[in-house]
């Protein structure tokens, strides 16, 4: 091969844990700042407040789940998902993806909801994330803050026992 990678290119960086738990935290709560999801390009104007907390999306169908959005006031956003669909420029669309699309919504749900990864894995744009999983690659995708994020209710829940609130710490995240 010509050219070979080098051995000596560094392709992982090591990143302090505190660091990547304040990047999650911060990215977390600017998913609550309405300028900061608008400026993302999300559409927002129907939803009552942010962050957008439904009590249950355990549903049997992903069309019962489309459904179940759509009462809360997502469409507007599914809809921008699907009609943001184009073509890769260039010789990208052979060597990778072909098609790239906008990022939708990202739904954060807890152990009481099941179902809902199967449920909402065929719907474009839509992510789905366990809360005791967060990731800041889900919660900021291209280091851009501001995503809009569903959260079922035993996962909001959950975000104190995970993250700790000013008075007591953390209990998954060991004292964070």
Known sequence: MFAPLKTWRRWHRKINVNQKRHAVASALAASAVAPLVVARGHHVDHI???PLVVDS???DSTKALLGAL???GVSDDLRRVRTSKSTRRGFNKMRYSRFTSARGPLVVYGDENPNLRRTARNLPGIDVCNVHR???LQLAPGGHLGRFVIFTKDAFNHLNKVFGTYREKGIEKNGY
């Open 57 to 59: 999306l355990n549903v």
């Open 48 to 50: 009552p407040e942010l």
């Open 70 to 72: 759509e009462n809360v």
């Open 134 to 136: 967060l990731n800041l």
